[in-house]
């Protein structure tokens, strides 16, 4: 069974920063990829950011592109959302998800292809 725990959500002032933490009780966590996705009330699950278990691709949705990194740490076991300058629309509930399988980067922005998640983490940002 693979657990997944998020932490590092809050409420943070508009152009701030915060830091989403994604703590996974597997092995080999360096052969997993990773995805971050976020759900405000009333939208459905969207994708934000995903690392591949290389780490050689990393993916992000638009709205986050330069404002929001994804890293990893393979000897903690840890994934990371690094959340610069966030704005009142990043309100959401975080979810970091883990799937085993090999998908190539383009397909790791689809939640069906995710087998395991966290159970989420609200984040707030004030104007």
């Known amino acids: 069974q693979v657990q997944l725990v998020e932490s590092g959500g809050g409420l943070v002032q508009a152009g701030g920063s915060l830091r989403l933490s994604c703590a996974a009780a597997?092995?080999?966590?360096?052969?997993?990829?990773m995805g971050w996705f976020r759900q405000s009330p009333g939208n459905e699950l969207e994708f934000v950011a995903s690392?591949?278990?290389?780490?050689?691709?990393?993916l992000y949705t638009d709205s986050v592109k330069g404002r929001f990194t994804i890293s990893r740490d393979n000897a903690k076991n840890t994934v990371f959302l690094q959340m610069n300058s966030p704005k009142p629309e990043d309100t959401a509930v975080y979810y970091c998800?883990?799937?085993?399988?090999?998908?190539?980067?383009?397909?790791?922005?689809?939640?069906?292809?995710?087998?395991?998640w966290g159970q989420g983490t609200q984040v707030t940002v004030s104007s």
């Open positions: 998800a883990l799937t085993p399988n090999y998908w190539r980067s383009s397909q790791l922005m689809r939640h069906s292809n995710y087998d395991y």
């Open positions: 690392s591949t278990w290389s780490f050689g691709s990393r």
């Open positions: 597997v092995r080999t966590f360096s052969s997993y990829a």
